[in-house]
Structure formats: C-alpha cells, structure tokens
C-alpha cells in the first residue's frame, strides 16, 4: 500500500514537472556551452532573493514582484523568498506593498542567474492616512487564493478590544464567515464547523486551546506576532489535518538592525517585549512576556472565603534567528503558557510549543523549509487549588502531546510553482489520570493513554495558464494508524438509536501494533479567471481530513473537554467544500476600494454528537456513548473594505447555515448545530482625523442572530413534582447579540532626539451596555415552584471602560 503510494506521487510530480525539469537540465548545459547562441537564447534564467523590511530586517510575506515586460511576476513566501523565471533580456520589476515605498529594479539577464535581496522602506505619514493591509493593493483580485483573510498586526491594534488589550481571535471574528457561540466562549467556528476543526498554527506547531480566561484573551501575544492569515476554502494540499480551516500565526523574528523594547501596561495585564540582533547582524530574537494580575487587585476585596483565590494566565513567547550563509537560515521558537482559576477548587490549563525550522537555497528555483515541532497541552481539575488539605483531595490531569516533522519544497519554474513534501506527526493522547487522597489513604487511578500516528504526502501546482487564466491543483494523501499499547473494544450493534451501548468484546494490543488503519485521497483545486484589470471570478474544491476529535457536549467548550483520536469505533471526519467568489477594486485610484462576494457549501461526514446524559469525565467505555451523524453548511458573504484614505475599514454579511442529521437525535431529522448563526454583520471603522495629528479613532459593531438552544416544549405535574418535556435538539434560539466598541488612541508628542515612542489607548467595549445573552436555562421559580421560570445569563451586561499605556524605546 505505502509503496503504491509513493509510486503514485511520483508519477503525479513527473506529469507537474516533468516538462520543467527537462527544460532545467537543459538550461544547465546551455549555460556550460556558451558559445552556442541559439541555445543561449531558449535559457531560462532567475531573480531570486528575500525581501525584508528595512526598518528591523523582517522577511515580508506577501511582497509583489511584477515583470512589466512580461506582464507576470511573483509573491514573497512566509519566509520572504521569491523567485521569478524569464528568458534572458532586460526587465524592469516593480516592488510593491502596501504600506511601503514601491521600488523599480532595471535588471539585465544575460548569461547567468542573479541574486537580488532587497529592503523596502515604510511609506511616511505626510498624507495623514492610515492603511489597512499590507498586502499588494490589488491582491483580492490578482492572487488565486479565495476565502483568505490576513490582517496586519498594526490594523490588529487599531481594533477596540475587550479591556484595551488587542487579541487575534477576538479580532478574526470581525471577518465574514467567522463566529463565535457567544462571550466566554473558547475558539471561534468557521463556515459552520466546531471549534476543533480549525488547526490553530503558532510558527506551525498546533495550539489545541487559543484561549486565556475562558475565551477572554487569546494566547498570542501582538507583540510578537507577525502575521495572521485564515484559510476558509481553497486550502492548498500542503495544510491539512483539519476541516474547517486553518489559521497560520506567524512570530516576529525579532529586529536585526537595532534594540528595541516594547510594552503596555493595562487594567487586566501588562506586556513586556525585548528584541535585537545576533552575532554582528547576522542573527536576531525576540522574547516577549505578559502576566495578567486581576486576582492581585482584587485580594483587598474578597470576603474570607476567597482570600488566596487564583485567577491568573501568563504567558512566555521568544523566537531567534542566525543566517549561516545566503543559502541556510535556522530558526528555533517557543511558547509557554497557563491559566489558573479557583478557590479552594479549580481549573489549570496550558500550552508548550517548540519550532524549530531549517531555510536551505539548494538553487535559485528550489527551496526548502524543514520544521520539527512539539507540542503540549495539558489541563487538570483540582479539589485543593490553595494545598491547604494535603490528606484530603481529588486531582485529574490530562494532556495531548505532539512530535512531527515536516519538509517542504518549493520549486519555482517560470509560469509554475510546484510545493511537494510530507509530514508525519505522533499523537500522543492521555485522556486522564486521577488521584485521591482521604485520611492519608492516596488513590490514583483513570485510562491509559492512546497513541496515533499520522502520515501525509501531498503535492501541488500553481500555474499561470494565460494572462487572464491562474489554476491551483494539487493532491493529498493522508495515512491514520491508531496504534497500541492500548484494548480496543467492540460494542452492541442491535441497541435502539440514540442509547449507551455496552462493550461485547475487549481486544489487548502491545507495543506499537497497528489496531486501526484510515486512509484518504484530498484533492485541492483553484481557479482565478481576470475579467478585467480589476475584478475576477475565483472557484475552489477541497476535500479534508480530521483524524482527532474534541469530545465536548457542553454549550461552549471548556479547558477539561477530551481529545481522543479515531478509532476503530471513530472514523475520521470529512468535509467537502465548494466555494466560488466575485472580486473587484475600484474607487478614484482603481484600488481605494475592494469588494467580494462568495458562496459556499459544504458537506460533513462522521460528525460526532452524544446520547442523552453521556458520561464524558474518566469513562473508559467513552466510544459507547457517540453517535456518528451527517452535516451541512452553506451560506453567502459579502465584504467591502476601504484600503486607504483618512477613514477607512470594511464591513462584512454573512448569511449562513448549518445543520447535522444524527440517527437517534431530533427524530432523525436535521437540527441546527449549536454555533448556527443565520445572519451575522459585523464592521470596522478606522479614522484619522487631518487636523489631530496625534489622535485617531476606531470602532467596531456587531449584529448577530441568536444561536440555537434546547427548550423545553411541554410541563408535567406528578405527585408535586414539575417535569419538563423537551422535544426535539436546538428547537429555539436566543435572542439576538449586538455591540458597539469604540477606542481612541492618543499619541506622545514627538521631540527631536527622542528615542521613545508611546501611546495611549482609551476605549469602551459594549458602549451601550447591551445585555447580550449567553444562554438561556429554565428553573422552578423559588416562590411558586409549579411555575417554570426562564433566567437569562449575559457574561457582560454593561459598559466596560479600560485604557492602557504602550511605550517603544
């Protein structure tokens, strides 16, 4: 099977590149026999170099490089290399990005490739605009890639934010297709999928919980971040392992030209970043830390009780650098962080990531990132937070650890781009240890851990067919072996849908043998049709895979939900999505505006749900208590956004559903999930006012349809007692969920000579003290227990005002 699979690639990269590669081999004999004219003159040569900005030495991601003569070009990779291939001749190449000064490079090909590394330099701030993107201004309409959301860090900090402190996820959920549950709620759902089918990327290596504070704050620290990009659709075959999207955080590498701290100080947490360069230039890193202290400021005012209460997160980011020579980079970056919460009893929850990335130029066509990664989360549940009862305690601790590997090869061949490479990752799962402790007698007890072991080989293409015609098409193979030592169980088949089954037979395997084999093919493909300079026409397929599963049936996941992988009881999750978009600029300079409307649907396989009263929690026999169902998601999104000017921002509609059908639940008949929002609109606005040359303003809204709950249908009375009949699975919604947030940020005055640069950010999160809803639940009132009374929960029910200093030396 594996060789079959290896065979299969191989053919598939001949067909690609075959005709590249003979076109290659030829050119490295013409350059060898240089006194053959006619030779010379069907060679193919290469500019390739790294871009990086000049103010710190970053690799830029995204930076155009435009052939006029030719009328092609080429985009920075996420390391900020590029390479474009011509026939030799003179070329003017235009670099462009928004935000930065455009430079024009006259370069004469003759017989050899060249080597061109530039810098590019921040446009100044003499018009008194802001910019929202530091993409290439027509980007949405020139690159293949739809249902792509990126947004830079220094619009990411112009967002009001829940207690002035800037946050990634909070901040992608203003984008069209993205949604949460509610306030509180960890994660974020995309085009109708949970929050586990979204791989969330720290410098490649997985986070499995994104959230501080229960969903509050986000885990990534802005000042170490780069750049954040969210993949909905049109997913290229070097991602996968998830089926809703992918979002690729990537940290800052730290500045390489000179020292530089930054940081804020706020009401909830302060920041501190410190980074400069290595070894005369030749290296750089960053190291950023932040701690919030609430439970500091608030010990004077609790009652007894809660004196010594812990409610905290922190965490630690850093990342270095050191170019070894112009063809080797090496790259090694980590995080550590956690989360308390409790009195007495509590919950205790973090993430370790380590990456480490080796950059190698074996040509000025072919490149290679190589990224080795572990990662960990663990989480615990503990009776004795404060250790004031050594004899008398009950703890559970549980984790998910990941090591992998990963190669991946670009290569550049004129009109096409090939990536091809693999991954491998092991899944380590320990689903949960207990220890109990009563009069000195310690216990300890729980399941043991399960193991899997995931493969992938993928390939693909980017080929610019004509002048109008782009097509992005590429293959993914993907290998699951659920692996021992572990028992794997075999359960009643003939159980009415909908109830526990219980275990018939019990299957012990030792070592690493295999006890459950997934394989799938994931085809990718993409088009872009120009049809005019300023709009095109995308369409994209793409099948996924998911092999793990977040086991949760609570309203918004929690730190202590279990992951666990596919067994031979739990198949892996499939999703098809087909997208297809309409893409325009247009305004005064072609470019001032951009618009898109896409659509989508998307079809969900092996979808896990739970009987009634599943018991979750230290259940070894766990598998008996899922259903496997169906979904579907579909849905329509419209966004506009102003690109430059002294107000700007965007404003996005989603309309959208999502459904499942699980035998056993809602009479069989579909039901919407839990995070089916119908209507969702969100916009940003950004203003810099001409005449305060020190201020500028934002704002955020949001208006969202209520998601969906169980209620109660019916009410029965027996001998006193009030029972509630409930019929059918999310039979009502909540009411709707709007907010106004509203920041402004106060400039330090400018001296000559002055080193440091601060600010002040003022801002009111939900301005009108709307109480949103979190969710509804149904009790005997406390006075008239016959009667059934409905209480609304709301997280935040009023205004919320903060403001934080950020300094830069």
């Given at each position: ?18 005709s590249?590669?003979v ?18 003159a ?6 390739s ?17 435009f ?12 390391y ?25 490079k006259t ?13 590019l330099?921040?446009e ?8 929202v ?8 309409v020139k ?9 830079d ?8 934010a ?6 990634v996820?909070?901040?992608?959920q ?11 709620a960890?994660?974020?759902?995309v085009?109708?999928?949970?929050i ?8 490649e ?6 959230s ?12 170490a ?16 392992g ?10 800052k ?19 501190l ?7 005369n230039g030749?290296?750089?890193?960053i190291?950023?830390?932040r ?11 609790l009652?007894s ?8 997160f922190?965490d ?30 509590g ?20 490149f ?27 703890k ?5 650890v990941?090591?992998s590997?990963?190669?991946d ?19 380590d ?5 207990a220890t109990?402790?009563s009069?000195?007698s ?14 992938a080989?993928y ?5 610019q067919?004509?002048s ?6 590429g ?7 659920y ?17 526990r089954?219980?275990v ?18 994931e ?21 996924l ?10 309203t918004?996941?929690?730190p202590?939900d ?17 997208a297809?978009g ?29 009987i ?9 026999y ?6 496997s169902g ?15 000017g002294?107000v700007?921002?965007?404003?996005s ?8 059908q ?6 069989n ?6 995070f089916?929002?119908?209507?969702t ?7 810099d006012?001409?005449?305060a ?13 209520g ?48 080193r440091?640069?601060?600010n ?12 949103n ?6 009790q005997?009132?406390e ?22 200093y950020n300094?830069?030396?």
């Amino acid at each position: 099977m594996k060789n079959n699979v290896l065979n299969t690639f191989f053919v598939l990269f001949l067909t690609l590149a075959g005709s590249h590669i003979v076109r290659a081999q030829t050119d490295q004999n013409v350059s060898v026999r240089a006194g053959n004219a006619d030779k010379a003159a069907s060679a193919q040569l290469t500019i390739s170099g790294y871009i990086k900005d000049a103010a710190n030495g970053e690799g830029l991601i995204g930076v155009s490089v435009f052939v006029k003569e030719t009328n092609t070009g080429a985009v920075t990779n996420n390391y900020g290399f590029y390479a474009v291939t011509m026939p030799p001749g003179n070329y003017n190449l235009v670099i462009s990005y928004v935000g930065y000064e455009k430079q024009t490079k006259t370069i004469a090909l003759t017989d050899r490739n060249i080597r061109l590394d530039l810098e590019l330099k921040e446009e100044g701030r003499q018009l008194q605009e802001v910019v929202v993107s530091t993409k290439r201004e027509d980007d949405n309409v020139k690159n293949i890639a739809m249902s792509v959301n990126q947004i830079d860090v220094k619009t990411l900090k112009r967002i009001p934010a829940l207690l002035g402190e800037v946050d990634v996820i909070r901040s992608i959920q203003l984008l069209p297709g993205v949604s949460t549950v509610g306030e509180g709620a960890t994660g974020f759902n995309v085009r109708g999928g949970s929050i586990d089918q979204n791989l969330v990327l720290l410098d490649e290596a997985p986070v499995y919980n994104s959230s501080h504070l229960f969903g509050f704050f986000s885990v990534f620290n802005p000042d170490a971040v780069k750049d954040v990009k969210l993949i909905k659709g049109g997913i290229p075959a070097n991602y996968g392992g998830r089926i809703a999207s992918i979002l690729d955080v990537r940290l800052k590498e730290g500045n390489a030209k000179k020292p530089e701290l930054n940081g804020g100080i706020g009401l909830i947490f302060s920041r501190l970043s410190y980074e400069r360069p290595l070894f005369n230039g030749k290296g750089s890193f960053i190291i950023a830390a932040r701690r919030s202290y609430a439970d500091i400021l608030a010990q004077p005012f609790l009652n007894s009780d809660l004196k010594g209460a812990k409610f905290y997160f922190y965490d630690l980011t850093a990342k270095g650098n050191y170019r070894i020579n112009d063809k080797n980079i090496v790259y090694l970056s980590g995080y550590l962080g956690r989360d308390v919460f409790g009195s007495d009893f509590g919950f205790n929850w973090g993430n370790t990531t380590v990456s480490a990335r080796w950059n190698h130029v074996f040509s000025d066509r072919l490149f290679l990132n190589t990224t080795a990664y572990y990662s960990n989360y663990d989480y615990s549940l503990n009776s004795d937070l404060k250790q004031k009862r050594p004899n008398d305690y009950f703890k559970t601790d549980s984790r998910i650890v990941d090591y992998s590997i990963k190669p991946d090869f670009s290569l550049f061949l004129g009109k096409s781009t090939i990536t091809f490479g693999g991954q491998s990752i092991l899944h380590d799962f320990q689903p949960g240890k207990a220890t109990a402790a009563s009069l000195g007698s310690i216990r300890t007890f729980g399941l043991e851990s399960k193991y899997g072991l995931e493969n992938a080989l993928y390939i693909g293409n980017e080929q610019q067919v004509t002048s109008k015609l782009q097509l992005q098409y590429g293959l993914r193979y993907s290998l699951f072996n659920y692996i021992g030592p572990g028992e794997a169980y075999t359960f009643q088949t003939d159980v009415p849908a909908g109830e526990r089954r219980t275990v018939i037979t019990t299957v012990a395997y030792r070592g690493k043998n295999m006890i459950q084999t997934y394989g799938n093919w994931e085809p990718r493909f993409a088009a872009k049709y120009e049809l005019a300079n300023n709009s095109s026409f995308k369409l994209s397929y793409n099948r996924l895979a998911q092999y793990i599963h977040l086991i949760s049936n609570t309203t918004a996941s929690t730190p202590l939900d279990i992951w666990t992988p596919s067994t031979n009881n739990i198949r892996p999750q499939i999703a098809d999505q087909i997208a297809g978009g309409y893409f325009k600029n247009f305004g005064r300079t072609g470019q001032e505006f951009e618009a898109s409307v896409e659509v989508y649907y998307k079809w969900l396989q092996n979808q896990i749900d739970y009987i009634d009263g599943a018991s979750l929690i230290l259940n070894k026999y766990l598998e008996g208590d899922l259903l496997s169902g169906r979904g579907r998601a579909y849905g329509a999104e419209f966004y506009v956004k102003r690109n430059t000017g002294v107000v700007n921002g965007w404003i996005s509609y989603t309309l959208a559903k999502t459904e499942r059908q699980v035998a056993g639940i809602n009479n069989n008949d579909w039901y919407p999930t839990r995070f089916d929002k119908r209507h969702t609109l969100t916009s940003v606005l950004l203003f810099d006012p001409p005449r305060a040359k020190r201020w500028n303003f934002s704002a955020t809204f949001t208006l969202a349809s209520g998601t969906p709950a169980t209620f109660p249908t019916n009410r029965f009375e027996f001998q006193g007692q009030v029972g509630q009949v409930i019929d059918g699975r999310n039979n009502y919604r909540i009411p709707a969920y709007h907010r106004l947030d509203l920041a402004a940020t106060l400039q330090g005055r400018k001296r000559p000579g002055k080193r440091k640069d601060d600010n002040w950010v003022f801002s009111v999160y939900n301005a009108y003290g709307r109480k949103n809803p979190f969710s509804v639940f149904f009790q005997p009132n406390e006075d008239n227990p016959r009667v059934t009374e409905a209480i609304k929960y709301s997280v935040f029910a009023t205004v919320i005002p903060s403001v934080t200093y950020n300094f830069k030396f």
